[in-house]
């Protein structure tokens, strides 16, 4: 694990003029030194080799846990993972998910209020045909912590993939989420909701790359500002034959 001086995140896919600031997010001298605190009593996980895909972000997670999600069997209530972080720590982990049947993991990011320094988490889901995963991720870091967290989803024929974020944590917070609609009648729908008090910063990318034939997408944030806060958010619809 090693520090990366110049870190683009949450980039978007057809730049646009620099001077609006919608192109990204840049991040220096940022890496991981620990591995994040994972508690999942109920799901069977297993760790695995992570192999980077997706350049930057993906450089990011190299040498931190990966673990591997298997969902074979219809859960009978939502499965919880809590992730945690120490004052001071700078730590990340990673998740691959492959679902053939309906599901909804809840991702709890959370440290004591007063804690500093590095969190990030990585979903890379995989979904089978006729099957809906619907993600959460709860962001309740640390008022000094930097939060970065990304989701990669693949959904072929009438695959549904579903992103909840609610973000109340952290004083920087970088969510990204992307899905390849590459089946007929696939679909990705993304919702944020936030709160940002003080001088919080919320920053947000998603992307539906539509390929499939007869797909859908949504995307929607919405929140609450108070004092010297800032947002960005970024929604990209892609149709690519």
């Keep these: 694990m090693t520090k990366i001086e110049k870190l683009r995140v949450n980039t978007l896919p057809s730049p646009t003029w620099n001077k609006l600031g919608m192109n990204g997010a840049i991040l220096h001298n940022v890496g991981f030194t620990s591995q994040m605190q994972v508690k999942a009593d109920s799901i069977d996980m297993g760790k695995v080799q992570f192999i980077p ?12 846990d990966s673990y591997q999600i298997l969902i074979e069997t219809t859960p009978s209530e939502p499965m919880v993972l ?13 998740f691959e998910i492959e679902a053939s049947v309906d599901a909804t993991l809840i991702f709890r990011m959370q440290s004591e209020k007063d804690a500093e320094g590095l969190a990030g988490v990585l979903i890379r889901a995989k979904l089978a045909e006729n099957v809906k995963l619907h993600i959460v991720q709860f962001n309740a870091m640390g008022d000094n912590f930097k939060v970065i967290s990304a989701l990669n989803g693949e959904c072929p024929d009438n695959a549904e993939l579903q992103l909840t974020t609610v973000s109340l944590g952290g004083a920087e917070s970088y969510f990204e989420g992307k899905a390849d609609l590459i089946g007929e009648h696939s679909a990705f729908d993304s919702y944020t909701s936030y709160i940002l008090e003080s001088s919080q910063k919320l920053d947000m990318n998603y992307v539906a790359d539509h390929k499939g034939k007869l797909t859908n997408s949504e995307i929607v944030s919405s929140g609450v500002m108070h004092g010297n806060t800032f947002k960005i958010s970024r929604q990209t619809i892609n149709f690519i034959s």
């Design 53 to 64: 895909e997706n350049g930057d972000i993906d450089a990011l997670f190299e040498g931190v």
């Design 82 to 94: 809590d992730l945690s972080a120490e004052n001071a720590q700078e730590c990340g982990a990673v």
